[in-house]
Every structure is written in structure tokens, then in C-alpha cells.
């Protein structure tokens, strides 16, 4: 389902400078205030710590994040970038539905993306429920 909510121009750009260049360690997207289009809310410093990316997600409002997640598994340092569906119970009803019926044109312009995350409360989106999900085989 789509809200007919359109992407802003830097979204994919802003993307792309994280995947191909490394330049960012995660983005926050939001819902403009006029409600017509999904925008680049902020950034996050490449090598950002994992609680910096927990502090970026409001309590009462919906993100969408991109996410350079780096781990370690087996020795070795990994990343993967995973995409964030924050949409909090404690969010507006209406800008919940919102949010999520915007998701996949988020989602699908964004190539490259190789872990979804859904999280609804902070339990959702701890590094745990991400390393469990970045090692599945």
C-alpha cells in the first residue's frame, strides 16, 4: 500500500553517500511537516556508537533509519546496512499508518539495503535483536 507521500530529492543521494562512500554512519528519515514527502531528518557520524543511533529515535514520533551496522562475528569486523522502521505505540495513530503505508518507497529506492528492522519499542531495537538479524544464515 502507498500513501502517495513522494521521497525528497537527497534521500537517495544522501543513501548513496553511505553505502558507496561511507561517508555517514546511519540517516534518519521523517515525514515532513506538510505531510507530501519523506525527507533527511539527520545524519550520524560514520563509526557512530550504536547507543548514538538508539538516542537519535523519538519517543513519541516515527523515524525511518539507515543504518551502517558494525559487528563483530568470528573474529572478524563486518558491516551491514540495515534499514529501521521506527514507528513507536506511543506514536499518533494517524501519522503511525502514515508512516507505515510510506515505508517501501523508502525502502525499495534505497539499493542496497540488506537487513529490515521493524521496532514499535526500545526492546525492538536493541544491538542484540540487530546481531541476531545481521548473523542469520
Avoid at 548513496?16 to 539527520?42: P, W
Avoid at 543504518?67 to 499518533?92: H, M, R
Avoid at 525492538?124 to 548473523?135: A, I, L, N, R
Wanted: charged fraction near 30%; include cysteine.
Amino acid at each position: 500500500m502507498s500513501s502517495g507521500i513522494a521521497l525528497a530529492p537527497n534521500c537517495v543521494s544522501t543513501f548513496n553517500d553511505l553505502k558507496l562512500g561511507r561517508k555517514y554512519g546511519g540517516i534518519i528519515y521523517r515525514i515532513s511537516d506538510d505531510s507530501k514527502e519523506i525527507i533527511v531528518d539527520s545524519t550520524l557520524p560514520a563509526g557512530c556508537s550504536f547507543d548514538e543511533f538508539t538516542k537519535c529515535l523519538p519517543e513519541n514520533e516515527c523515524r525511518y533509519v539507515v543504518l551502517d551496522y558494525q559487528y563483530k562475528e568470528e573474529g572478524a569486523q563486518k558491516s551491514k546496512i540495515c534499514f529501521v522502521a521506527w514507528c513507536p505505540d506511543t506514536a499518533n495513530i494517524k501519522k503511525k499508518m502514515m508512516a507505515t503505508s510510506s515505508k517501501d518507497s523508502l525502502r525499495k529506492a534505497c539499493v542496497g539495503i540488506q537487513v529490515e528492522i521493524q521496532g514499535t519499542d526500545a526492546s525492538e531495537v536493541k544491538d542484540s535483536c540487530f546481531y541476531e538479524k545481521c548473523t542469520k544464515i
